[in-house]
Nanobody, 123 residues
């Protein structure tokens, strides 16, 4: 059974930083591209960042480019999202997802999904 478990969310002031983690089990982790998505109250889920199975390709939404960094440790079956210069508009539930190919993740496609972790940025 595939499980994706996010952690690291919390409350932070604007301008601060957080690191989210997503621990995967039940799948050949390095064979899957991983992505981060977020959903704010009353809004649709949106793509944040994605990384290919071996970490050679990364893709970012324009809204987070230069502030967020996605990375992965295949030995630990974990993908990370380092978030810097956080803004109140970054407040959302953040989800990780696994998919066969990195190029489809920005379209919102995901084969497996985690339960999400809340990130709240105060002004």
């Amino acid at each position: 059974q595939v499980q994706l478990v996010e952690s690291g969310g919390g409350l932070v002031q604007a301008g601060g930083s957080l690191r989210l983690s997503c621990a995967a089990s039940g799948l050949a982790f390095s064979m899957y591209a991983m992505g981060w998505f977020r959903q704010a109250p009353g809004k649709e889920r949106e793509f944040v960042a994605a990384i290919s199975g071996l970490g050679r390709t990364t893709i970012y939404a324009d809204s987070v480019k230069g502030r967020f960094t996605i990375s992965r440790d295949n030995a630990k079956n974990t993908v990370y999202l380092d978030m810097n210069s956080l803004k109140p508009e970054d407040t959302a539930v953040y989800y990780c997802a696994a998919h066969d190919t990195v190029r489809q993740l920005p379209n919102g496609v995901g084969k497996y999904w985690g339960q999400g972790t809340q990130v709240t940025v105060s002004s």
